[in-house]
T-cell receptor, first 112, second 112 residues
Framework: QKEVEQNSGPLSVPEGAIASLNCTYSDRGSQSFFWYRQYSGKSPELIMFIYSNGDKEDGRFTAQLNKASQYVSLLIRDSQPSDSATYLCAVNPPRGTYKYIFGTGTRLKVLA | EAQVTQNPRYLITVTGKKLTVTCSQNMNHEYMSWYRQDPGLGLRQIYYSMNVEVTDKGDVPEGYKVSRKEKRNFPLILESPSPNQTSLYFC???????????FGPGTRLTVL
């Protein structure tokens, strides 16, 4: 089992719809969770981070963390063609380590 | 402008010829890290550094060396590159690990 798993996609959604991206992780003691967006040929950029169970909202983006079920998700409301990119989930394992483990990413296509 | 810079951006070399990819940040960040990105495998951490003179292995350190003699610089050294090190390399930094990381523009390396 991979440490951080994401569906590779592509996930296609129509413009204006909600895009839902999911990520599961294997280490139950993981502490910090990050979503990065990467446009083709560019470097990753941080969208959101979440440390506690529940929802965290920032504009059109909502991150959801469920530590009991070991998943973290990213919702993008009112999806725009400019949201078309690969979304990378990253997890920091338990306290005392300083590694980051990335998923392989989900490619999102927002259709105009 | 706050940024992470990498040089060179593109490099084609031959097997066994030592090379160094430089990384520099101007944000006074404690934490720096190197990743490689390969299709289907995502971002994998090579080495990271918590502070000057403090480095540790990530998930794929074989064939790479790093040093952190100054806070702002974190060069990646390939003593004897091999074709399986052909990849896209990213340097990243954060105020402290594990928090949000800022990525450099990437270095595309081809080893013939």
């Amino acid at each position: 089992q991979k440490e951080v798993e994401q569906n590779s996609g592509p996930l296609s959604v129509p413009e204006g719809a909600i895009a839902s991206l999911n990520c599961t992780y294997s280490d139950r003691g993981s502490q910090s969770f990050f979503w990065y967006r990467q446009y083709s040929g560019k470097s990753p950029e941080l969208i959101m981070f979440i440390y506690s169970n529940g929802d965290k909202e920032d504009g059109r983006f909502t991150a959801q963390l469920n530590k009991a079920s070991q998943y973290v998700s990213l919702l993008i409301r009112d999806s725009q063609p400019s949201d078309s990119a690969t979304y990378l989930c990253a997890v920091n394992p338990p306290r005392g380590t300083y590694k980051y483990i990335f998923g392989t990413g989900t490619r999102l296509k927002v259709l105009a | 402008e706050a940024q992470v810079t990498q040089n060179p951006r593109y490099l084609i070399t031959v097997t066994g010829k030592k090379l160094t990819v430089t990384c520099s940040q101007n944000m006074n960040h404690e934490y720096m890290s190197w990743y490689r990105q390969d299709p289907g495998l995502g971002l994998r951490q090579i080495y990271y550094s918590m502070n000057v003179e403090v480095t540790d292995k990530g998930d794929v350190p074989e064939g790479y060396k790093v040093s952190r003699k100054e806070k702002r610089n974190f060069p990646l050294i390939l003593e004897s590159p091999s074709p399986n090190q052909t990849s896209l390399y990213f340097c990243a930094s954060s105020f402290e690990g594990p928090t949000e990381q800022f990525f450099g523009p990437g270095t595309r390396l081809t080893v013939l």
